[in-house]
């Protein structure tokens, strides 16, 4: 299903393309411009089977898109200056702002470099569990236990099952099997107490994965020092806030802030919501996000920005650079709006 899925978005993204559809329906589709998400940015891994893989891109490809984008005359802009512009609606030219989720220590090692020689402005999204190293990245947890094993024994809706994953093509259908059961749980608590049990069962260290990959306080620091960096809030423990109760949730937020202010000494003014689609963060997050305080929020609903978006500013959507789909034409036409047009029913303010 997932590769179908693929090949259905990349037959979309390539008629678009090779119609040159995306020239013309950009004046009318293509908004004032965009925020981009991106993740992990570093060279691909050996193996086949990633289903994580989406959530990176090479150093090599990220390079080019940001080449591209300073040759297209477009404005690498910071969130300050983005919610200047939608608030002042000083929208006359279109601006793009890169946005990278998690505080991953890639993000540093690699991208930033790239940044830096272009001199373009980033944010980064922390959870601050990830840097105090109490975090569960339970979705590479939940690829880890499935990786090494040939057999998984799991209780679902309260019934033991087995489940058997000894070739690729196993692992990848119950991976999405799973994740996608586990994403429609009606509690962030049931999502954590599964994966943390399975883990614990198949020996898999479910905060190594903080240490590995996500940057420490120190690291966070030194990107902090440069003014081309917005540190930004992601929450706390990382959390689908819409299952969450209305208190938990909104001191989800505030404590990131507060940690992040106390550590960095800079108190962040924009915030991501985790996972951020429709089921993890929706109305009544927009709302406490704009009553705490926050000057933006996004979250990963696909969508260009519209002056609208200057009345909107903690319900912002994002253009997801996505490991699937790396090629410089697919970028050209994400960021022409007419892909995310036509996934959104050509309704600008789908977010
Ligand atoms: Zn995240």
Redo the contacts with the bound molecule.
Sequence with gaps: MAALKRTIVRGGLESLYFTGAHHVLRPLVGGVGAILTL?HVRPPRPGRFQPNRLLEITPQFFSRVVHDLRESGVDLVSLDEMHRRLTEQDLSRRFICLTF??GYRDTLQTAYPILKKEGAPFAV?V?TSFPDRLGELWWLALEEVIARNSRIGLAIDGRNQTFDCATVADKRALYEELYWWLRARPTEAEVRETVRNLAACYCVDIVAFCKDLCMNWQELAELAADPLVTIGA?TVN?PMLAKLPDQAARSEMEMSRSVIEAVLAKRPEHL?F???DRTSAGPREFAAAAQLGFKTAVTTQPGMLFPHHGKRLTALPRISLNGEYQRLRYVRVLLSGSATAMWNGFRSDAA
């Design positions: 993740h989720d998690d999204y959870a992601h990382h991501a985790p996972v951020g």
